[in-house]
């Protein structure tokens, strides 16, 4: 399994993930690898995580070299039954939540808190892309940010509106281009001092996740299409904004936009929607 990766990174092939794979199968053969012995892997390699931690980090980088190993002549290909995965409803930030809680750390003495929330909420940032961003990809300016996404390896422009560029304004800083923005060394550093945050403000304990979230929902609310908030907020796939943000459209009344505005025919009179009678219809 060593001589595999090492081919599969030579190739060009992304390492994300693979080292602690590597340090669990060492010199085992690849043709004795099972998918089953990949599924037991990812619970040994990642105990205290569930299904799509699994899937993500485990099944789909080991099946991966294994395949290419397979390409190779040295083995068969190999296809691996990922863990089911419920899907759970995310609760999001609403626009009120995150002025809460920006309030709140400002009256805290944590102005880069309080814009490291405004930031994540307002371009859909994930809290690793957000505390690794530096005052070089930061252009105030321009109202934009480079944001190099962690999950899907690309960099993105992101554009800042007017409040998180008046956010990130007002953090006390030299703006030396390598310096950390918010100041966080990771996202683990945030956790303790986000939830007392908002605990002070008495809102709901949501994650700093939450935020990006809030960012799609919000979006879907206003009546973005599905494509400009992927694009927007560095989803590789619009679809996965539908499945997983659609949710934020339950509402039964959003069939009154199916008709033209103060207009509705009913019992074959044409009228307004205060009730008074337009004309007949034949």
Not at 252 to 280: M, P, W
Request: hydrophobic share 45%.
């Amino acid at each position: 399994m060593a001589q595999a990766m090492l081919a599969y990174l030579e190739a060009g092939k992304p390492d994300r993930f693979l080292k602690p794979i590597a340090d669990h199968w060492k010199e085992t053969r690849v043709k004795t690898i099972t998918p089953e012995a990949i599924r037991q892997s990812a619970r040994k390699l990642y105990p205290a995580a569930g299904e799509a931690t699994w899937n993500r980090q485990v099944i789909v980088p080991t099946a991966a070299v294994i395949n290419f190993a397979a390409q190779m002549g040295w083995c068969r290909h190999i296809k691996v039954k990922r863990f089911t995965v419920v899907s759970q409803e995310k609760t999001p930030a609403t626009p009120e939540w995150v002025a809460a809680f920006a309030a709140q750390a400002v009256a805290d003495g944590l102005p880069h808190l309080a814009a490291l929330c405004l930031f994540m909420f307002g371009t859909g940032a994930r809290i690793g892309e957000a505390v690794a961003l530096t005052w070089g990809a930061v252009k105030l300016s321009d109202r934009l940010a480079t944001i190099n996404q962690t999950k899907t390896r690309f960099i993105r422009q992101a554009h800042l509106p007017a409040t998180v560029v008046a956010a990130l304004a007002n953090i006390p800083s030299n703006r030396n281009p390598d310096d950390l923005v918010f100041s966080y060394a990771c996202s683990s550093s945030v956790s303790k001092v986000w939830n007392n945050v908002a605990a002070r403000a008495g809102i709901a304990p949501l994650t700093p996740h939450c935020c990006r979230h809030g960012f799609a929902t919000t979006m879907l609310r206003k009546g973005r299409d599905v494509k400009t908030i992927a694009k927007a907020g560095g989803w590789k796939d619009p679809a996965i904004v539908l499945r997983t943000y659609m949710h934020a459209l339950d509402d039964r009344t959003v069939t009154e936009d199916i008709f033209d505005t103060n207009l509705a025919q009913v019992d074959g009179a044409e009228v307004t929607t205060e009730g008074n009678e337009r004309k007949k219809t034949v």
